[in-house]
């Protein structure tokens, strides 16, 4: 069985000024007195029965040791022995598992590391395929509208966007019959015009019915023309 250390931390009870007692007066007519003194360290003063047991019984097996001729320091050298064996085995043991805890994580951390590649490259094939499928319906678009004459193809476009911003794409225009309202219709856009007063216009561009813009033009007297758009 292994030596349990006996305590070395026992402490003088320390206490200010003179101790204090309450008498307390027994049913026999006796007298007992009570100590009500305020200690520090008292905890770790008192040296009790089991600690003065223990080393007594220490003491009396090497003082019998000694008075049969035993080897006091062969005996130790084999107590010393047995706990560095014991410490030894214990040791070994802590890094056997340690070293089996080690390889264990390790294989679960290439496992989960594969796992993470195997995911990744299957999010990047969707992902490739469709990017590929976009680009696939995009160029056949481009193609079919280019065709073979790719210069030519790209200056009508351009000059139809030029058509556009100049303001002559075909439109549908609906007066007012007071005239103060206009409505040209062209595509999914819309643009209300309508004259507040004599110098100022509200323009209210919507599309899809969805009002995008809005735009007031003022006509000063010096005969500038203000245009704020929100």
């Known amino acids: 069985m292994a030596w349990t250390l006996l305590p070395v931390n026992y402490t003088d009870a320390v206490w200010s000024g003179l101790k204090r007692y309450n008498q307390v007066s027994n049913e026999d007519g ?15 003063s008192f040296f009790g029965a089991i600690d003065a047991n223990r080393m007594n019984e220490a003491l009396n097996t090497l003082m019998s040791m000694v008075e049969n001729g035993t080897d006091l320091y062969g005996a130790f050298q084999n107590y010393f022995n047995t ?28 496992h989960a590391i594969d796992s993470i590649k195997v995911d990744y490259r299957a999010e990047m094939n969707v992902f490739e395929s469709q990017q590929q499928a976009l ?10 509208q280019l065709g073979s004459d790719v210069a030519g193809n790209l200056q009508n476009q351009i000059n139809a966007l030029d058509t556009k911003t100049d303001g002559f794409d075909p439109r549908t225009t609906v007066f007012s019959q007071d005239g103060k309202n206009i409505t040209e219709t062209y595509g999914v856009k819309r643009i ?3 004259f507040v007063s004599n110098s100022t216009i509200v323009q209210k561009l919507y599309e899809n019915n969805v009002l995008a813009v809005t735009k007031t033009i003022t006509f000063n007297a010096d005969g500038s023309i203000n245009e704020e758009v929100n």
């Not at 680009?135 to 079919?144: A, E, P």
Request: glycine letters at 6%; zero cysteines; aromatic letters at 16%.
């Open 83 to 110: 706990q560095k064996g014991l410490f030894e085995d214990t040791a070994d043991a802590t890094q056997a598992d340690f070293t089996s805890y080690v390889a264990a994580l390790r294989v679960e951390g290439d």
């Open 30 to 44: 006796t007298v007992s007195f009570q100590d009500v003194t305020q200690y520090s360290n008292k905890e770790t």
């Open 135 to 144: 680009f696939t319906t995009w160029f056949d678009f481009i193609k079919g």
């Open 192 to 194: 209300e015009t309508e």
